[in-house]
């Protein structure tokens, strides 16, 4: 795993946003999982601004969506589809054969589960993921406990995740479970972006990047990632100076 440290917010999104428009660039059929959540932000605005710009043709990528509150439908505000399909899908155009999400209200979410191992094991593996921290250490939805060896699975949500969760939506949302890829999928993926901004996560990023690797703080993983990079900006990489 390397370590980035960017001035700020913009500076880190706009590499982030490098390495998706790199990817496509270089192999158009490339397999691209992103997280949603607040990081990953302005990443997807850039990207897509990009590729606009310089007129990159995104249209044969598979994009996979890295996890999904279970429970919670696509169209509310909050879902990570609804912050997948208006920041990325719609404005790049992507053609619904293209696009992997999660199905949150789905009642076989077993099959959910095997459906998108499947496809990724179909499609020779992820070849660029980029997710982002949750403050208890969790990465997609594999929580504090969660075993490395899984690939996708639901798992039920821990307190802090619930907690923290709440500012995606509008209003008091129950959350309880979510569906998530594994770090399986992670490790495995060809190339592995870690994000993380604001001071807010200096504390989470500090241990990921430094504590002994250990389910207890799934984000560890990542040192062992062997084209792994932890990207952040001053604030978050404060303490690891
Ligand atoms: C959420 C999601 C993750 C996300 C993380 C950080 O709960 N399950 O995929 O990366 O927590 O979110 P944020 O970027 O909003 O801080």
Not at 128 to 155: A, R, T
Not at 161 to 178: D, E, H
Not at 180 to 202: D, R, V, Y
Request: with cysteine; aromatic share 6%.
């Amino acid at each position: 795993m390397q370590l980035k440290i960017f001035k700020d917010y913009a500076a880190l999104s706009a590499a982030a946003a490098s390495e998706i428009i790199d990817l496509v660039k270089n192999k158009p059929n490339a397999v691209l999982c992103l997280a949603s959540g607040e990081t990953p932000k302005l990443t997807c605005i850039l990207a897509v601004e990009r590729a606009i710009n310089e007129k990159i043709d995104f249209s044969n990528i598979t994009f996979i969506g890295l996890d999904e509150w279970v429970g919670i439908p696509p169209d509310n505000d909050g879902s990570c589809h609804h912050f997948f399909d208006t920041l990325f899908i719609r404005p790049l155009n992507l053609p619904d054969s293209q696009v992997h999400l999660f199905d949150g209200l789905s009642g076989n979410l077993q099959q959910e589960v095997k459906a998108m191992d499947e496809l990724i094991a179909k499609k020779g593996g992820i070849d660029l993921v980029i997710v982002g921290i949750g403050m208890n250490g969790h990465i997609g939805f594999n929580e504090p406990g969660v075993s490395f060896d899984l690939y996708s699975h639901v798992i039920d949500l821990d307190e802090i995740t619930v907690t923290g969760g709440q500012k995606y939506f509008k209003q008091a949302t129950v959350l309880k479970q979510g569906i998530t890829l594994g770090l399986k999928h992670l490790m495995e993926s060809k190339k592995a972006i870690l994000m993380a901004n604001s001071s807010k996560k200096a504390e989470v990023i500090r241990k990921a990047v430094k504590d002994k690797v250990s389910n207890e703080l799934p984000a560890t993983i990542m040192q062992q990632h062997k084209n792994g990079f932890v990207m952040v900006d001053e604030d978050a990489g404060s303490l690891l100076k």
